[in-house]
């Protein structure tokens, strides 16, 4: 689930464009503070890693990483800290967690509407 996408126009800009694998498509939110994305895992799983890839001018400076076991309120994790760029960045070490929801929220767009556009979205871990 995300918080917003531009325009309501998913086929466009929808969630399933940041695990695609393609470098032409993207999920783009709509303005506001704080946009959002939960992954919600089929089975529980020990996440420890993130890999996101913004477009420059439309990231977040400042992440909060959230999680939770099946039927548990979310609880951070950790922030996170994104350079706006749009390079793969692959350097957010997460202390291991086993959940079965993740939360990633946007606090800090660096576009002035509050607009995020992620191109891809990867989160290493273990299937328990």
């Known amino acids: 689930r995300v918080s917003s996408v531009l325009n309501r126009d998913v ?31 089929p089975r529980p799983v020990k996440v420890s890693e993130l890999h996101i890839q913004f477009q420059g001018g439309f ?22 800290y994104p350079e706006d760029i749009h390079a793969m960045q692959i350097s957010f070490q997460v202390e291991e967690t086993v959940l079965d929801k993740l939360r990633i929220t946007f606090e800090n767009s660096t576009d002035f509407f509050g607009r995020i556009v ?3 979205l990867g989160v290493l871990g273990e299937r328990l």
């Open 118 to 120: 992620v191109y891809h």
């Open 59 to 80: 990231s977040s400076r400042l992440c909060t990483l959230e999680g939770c076991r099946a039927g548990e309120e979310l609880v951070r994790i950790s922030h996170l």
């Open 11 to 41: 086929k466009q800009f929808g969630k399933k464009h940041m695990f695609d694998g393609s470098e032409e498509t993207c999920w783009n939110s709509d303005q506001g503070t704080c946009q959002w994305v939960t992954l919600d895992f």
